[in-house]
């Protein structure tokens, strides 16, 4: 069993910071990329930074330059520093972990943490 778990979520003004934390736990092997991903209501899930296990990074477009992706690869942890937050980043954020488990690979999400921005 693996379990990915994310916290940090809240409510915050424009402007503002917030900072997102994944935990991964459970039968691991090894992990290969990590992302965090977002949706809004009525909007599909979609990639907001990547980073893979050489620190390699991957932004979307709408979050270059406020937003940053770093992963711990000793602690099995992600974190997503979000700075400068405008209304439209409000939404369920989720971490996903690309896993080496003993039985295989696979993707793993967590639950979800809100994030509210405020005007």
């Known amino acids: 069993q693996v379990q990915v778990v994310e916290s940090g979520g809240g409510l915050v003004q424009a402007g503002g910071s917030l900072r997102l934390s994944c935990a991964v736990s459970?039968?691991?092997?090894?992990?290969?990329?990590m992302g965090w991903y977002r949706q809004a209501p009525g909007k599909q899930r979609e990639l907001v930074a990547h980073?893979?296990?050489?620190?390699?990074?991957t932004y979307a477009d709408s979050v270059k330059g406020r937003f940053t992706i770093s992963r711990d690869n000793a602690e099995n942890t992600a974190a997503l520093q979000m700075n400068s937050l405008k209304p439209e980043d409000t939404a369920v954020y989720y971490c996903n972990a690309d896993v080496h488990y003993p039985l295989g690979y696979g993707g793993f999400w967590g639950q979800g943490t809100q994030v509210t921005v405020s005007s």
């Open positions: 980073v893979t296990t050489a620190g390699s990074t």
């Open positions: 459970g039968r691991i092997v090894s992990i290969n990329a």
